[in-house]
């Protein structure tokens, strides 16, 4: 199904809008009329198809009678969301920029990032190297330079003190073993995967060869979890990307993931096998 992403503020905007309606016990319906406006208006609120101005988002919280914090909440955020233009499929230079703008916002409004990558490391714990290697066949060495350092700009948000973002990454076995960037960037790589395994909020599984096929091999997938919105997938190939929040799409990702999980190895085995590629990688060095 393709489907118009509200931009990920408005849509975050619009899930508090609705979470606080929720727990009032109010219906749509008795909101609008509250309100007075129409309850065609306060549905496209709630869903992040139109972004309410900052003076209807300070009626829906004195009506609600929400406290001072969640009101300063919602109304930074409607500030926030009214500059964001909407985002679609997107195919193409353009359409890639404006897709990663998204999921820049999208990454860090996240509580749980799920990133499914099968072939390659994924993005946020990829090495500057490896990622050098990946990006610069046919690209310009600057844009290549910039492109790298955007993405280890993006590792903040599981590095961080304060907060640091859930991060789950899935990878086949045969990823640990790409000769991406020749032995000595995939031994660097791998060892920076063991480093991060440290960390609390981080988790790695390896896929092993003999769980034959899973979700995984179908392609790579990343899961974005919020605190009260519902969630969202981002879909990326070569140059095309799509956000699904579709419940339907979505639900079908959420099953893919735990499906994965089912076969994957654990945490704990999946860094033994990390640190055996690594004893295979200086051994050929």
Not at 1 to 12: C, D
Not at 192 to 204: A, G, S
Not at 223 to 243: G, N
Request: charged share 25%.
């Amino acid at each position: 199904m393709s489907e118009t992403t509200p931009a990920p503020l408005a849509y975050v905007l619009g899930a508090e809008l609705r979470d606080a309606r929720e727990k009032t016990g109010r219906s749509l319906r008795q909101l609008a009329t509250n309100l007075d406006v129409s309850h065609s208006v306060l549905v496209r609120w709630e869903r992040g198809e139109r972004v309410p101005s900052t003076e209807s988002v300070a009626t829906v919280c004195a009506v609600l009678r929400l406290s001072t914090a969640a009101r300063e909440r919602l109304m930074r955020l409607a500030r926030d969301a009214v500059s964001e233009p909407p985002n679609t499929v997107s195919v193409g230079p353009g359409g890639e920029a404006d897709q990663l703008a998204a999921l820049l916002k999208f990454e860090r409004i996240a509580t749980s990032i799920t990133d499914v990558s099968p072939i390659v490391v994924p993005g946020l714990l990829q090495t500057s190297d490896y990622a050098r290697a990946i990006m610069s066949a046919g690209i310009p060495c600057d844009e290549t330079d910039k492109r790298v350092m955007m993405r280890l700009g993006r590792r903040d948000l599981i590095t961080r003190r304060r907060s640091p973002v859930r991060f789950a990454a899935f990878l086949l076995e045969a990823a640990l073993h790409q000769s991406i960037g020749g032995p000595v960037v995939m031994t660097d790589q791998l060892h920076f995967l063991l480093e991060m395994t440290d960390r609390d909020n981080v988790e790695i599984r390896v896929i092993p060869q003999s769980a034959g096929w899973t979700p995984a091999h179908a392609g790579p997938f990343v899961l974005l979890e919020f605190l009260k919105a519902a969630p969202v997938v981002h879909l990326e190939h070569h140059r095309s990307s799509a956000f699904l929040r579709d419940e339907g799409d979505v639900r079908a990702f959420v099953s893919a993931r735990e499906d994965i999980d089912r076969v994957a190895m654990s945490p704990d085995e999946s860094r033994e096998l990390i640190a055996g590629a690594i004893n295979g990688e200086e051994t050929t060095t």
